[in-house]
């Protein structure tokens, strides 16, 4: 299994797509993002998996450009933590900016749109989180804040501080808790702060994700490669068991430490092929 996940990555850009040493200007970066993007929907004779990751890739599309032609700029916003979901709608999101030419500059101003996120923090936060949020604010030029509360009271504060966003794209999977029933766009629910969720990437399989990010060399969070799958507080997040390595491979030192060097005790995240295990390491 692994052998073919690594077929489906090695075809794609041997560059990274973006790089935290060299912000583009942002028009450059979208066009750029779509550049790749729409050389990967061009490719041809691949697995049927990356066949069914460039349907999915223009499903998002679609959706993200819905959403672009229902509410303006300023009335959009992207709930990002980070995590490998929300970080494929972002790159879609600013794929789709290009294509309906939102990502240029004002001409009177010169300045490109605000690109509007949230973050909540957790309140025992991953320091490699935290250091991937603020270094992706950084290179995609998001305009972010940040909450440290609980969401609908970080919700209710985030609307109240931007008044004219109506709707807030969400990374939400099929398989995640309460994802079973949503679709592309849902109004929150009773006793939420009321505003529209947009749900692009809604029906995208676990694998889909990562061979997405994989294929299309983008980089992410480094906790995946140590074997978390799924993000949330360091109180609660651990190592997916389901890609714990057989003792005989791990080294025969208690903390994997021999002569200096750590020997991994998890394969990494994209080496989980179940929509149902990606959540086992959550407490919650
Ligand atoms: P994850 O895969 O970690 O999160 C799924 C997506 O939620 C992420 O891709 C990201 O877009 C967003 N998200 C998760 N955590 C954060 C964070 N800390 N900061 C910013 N974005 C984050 N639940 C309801 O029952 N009814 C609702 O009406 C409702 N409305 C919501 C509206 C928004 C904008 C968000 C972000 C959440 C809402 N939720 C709602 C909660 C939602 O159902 C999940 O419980 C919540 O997103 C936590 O995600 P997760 O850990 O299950 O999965
Ligand atoms: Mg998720």
Request: net charge negative; charged share 25%; with cysteine.
């Amino acid at each position: 299994m692994t052998a073919k996940i690594e077929e489906d990555v090695a075809h794609g850009p041997a560059e990274p797509l973006v790089s935290d040493s060299e912000q583009l200007p942002f028009p450059v970066l979208c066009g750029k993002i779509h550049d790749r993007i729409a050389a990967f929907l061009e490719e041809k004779d691949m697995s049927p998996k990356l066949k069914q990751v460039q349907e999915q890739t223009r499903i998002s599309l679609g959706v993200i450009e819905e959403a672009l032609d229902r509410y303006s700029l300023p009335e959009l916003s992207l709930a990002y933590n980070g995590g490998k979901d929300c970080l494929v709608l972002l790159i879609l999101y600013l794929c789709a900016l290009h294509t309906k030419g939102c990502s240029r500059a004002a001409p009177d101003t010169n300045e490109h749109p605000a690109i509007q996120c949230v973050y909540i923090q957790a309140p025992d936060p991953f320091a490699e989180v935290e250091e991937f949020v603020a270094s992706s604010t950084r290179t995609y030029s998001l305009s972010l804040l940040e909450y440290a509360k609980p969401m609908k009271a970080a919700f209710a504060d985030y609307l109240h501080d931007t008044p004219q966003v109506k709707a807030i794209f969400v990374g939400t999977r099929r398989t995640d808790p309460h994802g079973e029933h949503l679709t592309h766009f849902d109004r929150t629910d009773h006793g939420w702060p009321d505003f529209m969720r947009i749900h692009p990437v809604i029906d995208w399989h676990y694998v889909e994700i990562w061979t997405f990010i994989r294929h299309l060399n983008i980089p992410y969070c480094i906790l995946y490669d140590r074997g978390y799958t799924s993000l949330g507080g360091t109180r609660d997040t651990h190592p997916n068991p389901a890609l714990r390595k057989p003792l005989s491979t791990q080294g025969n030192v208690p903390n994997g430490t021999a002569n200096g060097t750590t020997t991994p005790k998890f394969r990494p995240a994209y080496e989980l092929i179940d929509d149902y295990e990606e959540r086992l390491g959550r407490d919650k």
